[in-house]
């Protein structure tokens, strides 16, 4: 009898653990999904005023054009109204498509033509930089399930960074590799590289490396954030691998069936 007992023992005290916990998670859920709506909200509602500030501070510029003395704090009202509204719009694709994707948002598609229609405007940007940038596919076409706007920003974002921290004479190599199971598209730069001991926190809202370094480039630390978001929303995985001096590797697998 002893030998039945201590199991069913230990299973009742880890069923009643395991109810316990469900129950103590829920008050953590509730208020999480109160700080994602408020995120979403106060971003929404940060974005006409915005708005309002930028589109006079324009028109402010071109009513003073004649009057230098005013140019200058005009213009950084015009800056900063940017920026600003860039970091709105970031915060809120961030609380909006947290862990679910509107299943009507879906397209079937083929990554060979979906990165080659990105590389044009990238390439203009990387070559004012000096920089040469690639694009390799393979013959076979590769077909993700995926929301195209979505991806479509995982993809700027990282070839963007790999543009602004890289230097003069450097390239970026846009990769799309066959896997089974998987689709692959690598990022690599030959820039500056990540410290490793900064890379386990590159993927965090507003975590930037050295800011000194990063100052300039005028970014907020949350463009790796969101790309992250995205790629798990799709069922897939972000990995960075990365030397100091070299230069990093951004890879994105999504799964070539389609996530629930
Ligand atoms: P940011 O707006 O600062 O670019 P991200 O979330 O895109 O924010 O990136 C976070 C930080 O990771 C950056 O500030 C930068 O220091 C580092 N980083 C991102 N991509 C690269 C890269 N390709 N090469 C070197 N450092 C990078």
């Known amino acids: 009898a002893l030998t039945l007992a201590v199991p069913l023992a230990l299973g009742l005290i880890g069923l009643t653990g395991w109810l316990l916990s469900g129950i103590a998670m ?49 213009e950084n009202i015009v800056d900063s109204a940017k920026s600003m509204g860039a970091l709105v719009n970031n915060l809120l694709l961030l609380a909006r498509h947290q862990g679910r994707l509107a299943p009507e948002s879906l397209k079937l598609l083929t990554l060979n033509q979906f990165l080659e229609a990105i590389v044009p405007q990238f390439r203009v940007l990387a070559e004012a930089q000096g920089l040469q940038l690639n694009y390799e596919q393979p013959e076979q076409a590769i077909q993700v399930w995926a929301d195209p706007d979505l991806l479509r920003q995982v993809i700027e974002n990282l070839l963007s960074n790999a543009c602004k921290y890289n230097s003069t004479g450097g390239s970026v190599r846009l990769q799309l590799v066959p896997h089974p199971g998987w689709a692959v598209v690598q990022v690599i730069d030959t820039g ?33 954030a969101i790309v ?33």
Not at 195 to 219: E, W
Not at 231 to 241: A, K
């Open 26 to 74: 829920q008050p953590i859920r509730r208020s999480y999904q109160q700080l994602q709506r408020f995120t979403a909200d106060a971003s929404h509602e940060l974005r006409s005023p915005l708005s309002a500030i930028l589109t006079n501070a324009q028109v402010g510029l071109m009513l003073a054009s004649d009057e230098a003395r005013f140019q200058p704090p005009l």
């Open 192 to 224: 500056i590289g990540i410290p490793a001991v900064d890379l386990p926190y590159i993927f965090d809202r507003f975590y930037r490396v050295d800011t000194a370094r990063s100052l300039d480039s005028g970014g907020s630390g949350l463009g790796l």
């Open 228 to 260: 992250q978001q995205i790629v798990q929303t799709h069922g897939g995985q972000i990995y960075v691998t990365s030397t100091v001096g070299q230069g990093s590797t951004f890879q994105v697998e999504l799964p070539l069936k389609p996530y629930q």
